[in-house]
């Protein structure tokens, strides 16, 4: 990685020598040599009076093309954007992909939003407009508009005609849809298909009937999933009347597995972890909210605890095993909420109640396996039995109670229609730490006569 | 997800029909005219009788496609091949992409894989047998060989001529690969240019020659990054000597983000996600082993508080606040330890001496904001600024301790060539316990004639 981080430092180098002494050509043929994913980090690493002369060298498709590979999440794209007129910006807007200019106005003022649609042709800003309108995370938020598309009644080479005249615009290449009078989509041709075979064949005897295709309102964990079970390259959208809306490219759904993967790692550690490059400060202000919220949650047991300070004073040996089993079960509660939220995220082919009921089965066992290992343990160590009892058997039902709320909460968060990842990790061993506390405490109380031989 | 695996049984059901009632050609039609992705779900889901019908009605493309598209992981897929004479066997394995075909070997008896091996052409079998010997987890257990190279002094209608006789065997399409007389990787033709120049242009006119490439030794992690950032299709794998040795395509990248993902959140989770739909037994097993591995971990922290019994005597207060300590500082060491493993997923723009630093500074930060705030919530709840002060500065050391752990054991680990990801987020918590009840036990010692008065 660091090696990559050269190679860009290089570059931006190079580049803006080349500007700085007045080679604008050796800039403009330098800068074109550059991959697209490239061409965005150079640009947005070059000093902002050194972008002031670059917007201006380049052609508005090479602009578009650094503007479509700079990630919104990372780099302050809109402020790269308003560094030039408002014209100019248009015009870049115009040639980057659909589904790219959305993200990107998506981050901009509402004012600037209406001065650039206001700027462009009346049906391309309504088209942008519509995309606009998609809610964040489904798939109508992920395409984009620039597909190819024909009608079923023609030969493999007028076909390629069209595509050839296409491909240029389009965002993937690697199908062609078919549509009816009607707009709706009705069939799907591989190109490479087409390249197979001759040229005075219809294409209806190589097009495929059996579409998979997604609403643009689905979500877009959803989508990602289908094009990673199918090996897509691209998957289109339709409206509810299967209209042809636009498609989902593969290097779109790679950035959604990514971003998901991000958010259940995140939702686990209670810490947001899109960043890894921030300052010491920065990422200490991320961690420090998560931590006072949970120290107020721990303070319960905390309250809880104390109030049982009569029983501690009488057996103070209780005081040993309370890390014991709030740790322990707090492990379980997170394993518990590990698999719940995956399975979530992946779907189940079992009922909501087969796996619930699975989930008790499972904690019973887990409970019930720990249990007896701690009473064995504490049964030798302290030559009490009826001390290992209460100590194992607390465990055993504090596991078991850990194991239900690390199942439970993430589906009922499901079920409230949020996403199942927000359940994290330390929330759950925080809670179950006030759960297997009071567990502990009336257990201990029932058999306290016993183990202090009182 | 339901919805999905109801048409999955649908298709199921309606094949089975159509091979019991002996309709063997419609069988035949409707197969061929499932998306590849079903073929597999469909094949491996008919009862082994019928496999045995329908892998004799099926021609061997079509069986290799059913092959191509079974996960390895998922289903006993060598188990459906042994179900085939090895004849047979051979020829469907032939027609498959060598990358899945390899795949699938991995998963089999040496003695069978030999067996396979001796039944192909002598050159195929060479060139399935150094695919093997590929680590897993690298470029070259990845890719496929089966892609799309020319020579550099060709016209685009004779490149043209070529892809279309080749594009039915190749994996991907969408570049074409550009070689010296060596084998060498020189040069990269997009079939998007190839589609939009005329015909009677050099190639070398559109051939990219600042080429992204893997070796076959890279870790899969970086290649995916790679893919990812860049928007690749499919990216070119080559030895030391730049010679070409195969291509990756996204789909295989997608899955590699899947499995590092599910790989990561296991890890933070200390139990594996990647079954989703295990018995209630499988799944305890799995939780079992983790669960008592840190019980026996936590054990240690009880032995700890219990050598400190005479202190617990004392000042049974001091019991109030072990969970809340043990706790918070726990949920800082899971925060620190996500961060750090995410870092060095996605690599780190710092050196490790900065990331270092920067680390210590944001934990003390941490443990600072939360040892004040426990320190006010303590004196007003129990009166008691000495009590306060003593719980305060413990939790902010034990939080800066945890800290350091969390970020330090996942740098070490990777140091030591493993995947950071098996530093468990429980296992950071357990180890955390421990040092927290020493840091508070020791500096309540210090306080105690204050806070108790005595």
Same mark, same amino acid.
């Given at each position: 990685m660091e090696e990559k981080s050269e190679q860009l430092h290089q570059n931006i180098a190079h580049l803006s020598d080349l500007l700085h002494s007045g080679q604008d050509e050796a800039f403009v043929t330098s800068f074109n040599a550059l991959h697209d994913f490239e061409m965005g980090q150079v640009y947005s690493g070059l000093p902002e009076q050194l972008r002031a002369v670059a917007w201006r060298l380049l052609d508005n498709e090479t602009l578009a093309t650094v503007f479509d590979n700079i990630d919104v999440d990372d780099e302050d794209i809109d402020d790269l954007l308003q560094e030039m007129p408002p014209q100019k910006a248009v015009q870049i807007l115009r040639n980057m992909y659909a589904d790219n200019e959305v993200d990107l106005l998506q981050e901009m003022p509402t004012r600037l939003v209406a001065t650039y649609l206001s700027l462009m042709p009346k049906d391309e800003a309504e088209d942008i407009r519509k995309l606009i309108n998609y809610e964040e995370q489904t798939a109508g938020s992920l395409m984009s508009i620039e597909y190819l598309a024909v009608e079923a009644d023609l030969r493999v080479d007028e076909v390629m005609r069209l595509v050839k005249q296409q491909a240029l615009e389009?965002?993937?290449?690697?199908y062609v849809y078919v549509l009816d009078k009607q707009e709706r989509l009705v069939g799907v041709i591989s190109l490479r298909d087409l390249l197979t075979h001759? =040229? =005075? +064949?219809?294409?209806s005897e190589i097009t495929k009937d059996r579409i998979i295709s997604v609403k643009a309102g689905d979500d877009q964990q959803d989508v990602a999933q289908i094009v990673a079970d199918y090996n897509f390259i691209s998957i289109p959208v339709t409206d509810d009347n299967d209209r042809l809306l636009g498609v989902i490219t593969v290097d779109d759904i790679v950035d959604v597995i990514d971003e998901e993967a991000v958010e259940d790692y995140s939702g686990l550690a209670a810490v947001?972890? #899109?960043? $890894?490059?921030? $300052?010491a400060w920065h990422s200490a202000i991320k961690r420090i909210p998560w931590l006072i919220a949970l120290l107020l949650l721990g303070m319960s047991t905390a309250t809880l605890i104390s109030s049982f300070d009569g029983l501690v004073r009488k057996a103070s040996i209780l005081a040993v095993f309370i890390s014991l089993i709030t740790g322990t079960a707090g492990n379980a509660g997170t394993q518990a909420l590990a698999l719940a939220v995956r399975r979530l995220a992946v779907? #189940?082919?079992? #009922?909501a109640v087969k796996n619930f009921l699975s989930e008790i089965l499972a904690g019973f066992l887990v409970g019930t396996a720990t249990g007896f290992s701690v009473f064995l343990i504490v049964t030798f160590w302290k030559h009490n039995y009826q001390l290992g009892l209460a100590v194992g058997i607390a465990m055993a039902i504090a596991i078991m109670v850990a194991n239900l709320a690390g199942y439970l909460i993430p589906v009922l968060i499901d079920k409230l229609? +949020? =996403?199942?990842?927000?359940?994290?990790g330390p929330f759950i061993t925080t809670l179950s730490d006030l759960t297997s506390v009071l567990i502990y405490f009336n257990i201990a109380q029932l058999f306290i006569s016993h183990f202090t031989g009182a």
């Open positions: 389009a965002e993937a290449i690697n001759p =040229d =005075d +064949m219809l294409v947001n972890v #899109s960043q $890894t490059d921030d $300052t779907g #189940s082919n079992n #009922s229609g +949020m =996403d199942p990842a927000v359940a994290s």
